[in-house]
């Protein structure tokens, strides 16, 4: 919620207001009040909101009906793509480190 409300600071208060002031004819310190408490209710409302609005999106049901719709072929070909990338930088810790154990024991004989 802090990104949000950062986000939507820099967006009303570091733009530009002389465009909307010189069209409505409206002091710039009546429009930078209006803009703040503008914000401070929006902000008000998406927080109080938010909660009932997750529960309203329903994501877990989302993301495991598109996981459940996925063919069973895509997800082993991806779990192997990954397994297999994995794979290799094990077997070159284990190729490096089995090298060390050897010049160890060679050192120490």
Known sequence: ???IKNRLDNFI???QIGTIQSRLNIKKVTIF???KRTAKYLL???EREIPL???AINIEKIIKNRIDSFPLYEVEDMLL???KDQ???INIFG???GFIIGCVQLAIR
């Open 1 to 3: 919620m802090f990104f």
């Open 13 to 15: 208060f570091n733009r």
């Open 33 to 35: 009040k209006l803009a």
């Open 44 to 46: 008000f409302f998406t």
């Open 53 to 55: 609005i997750l529960t």
């Open 81 to 83: 793509k990954i397994i």
């Open 87 to 89: 794979l290799k930088y």
């Open 95 to 97: 190729a490096l480190l």
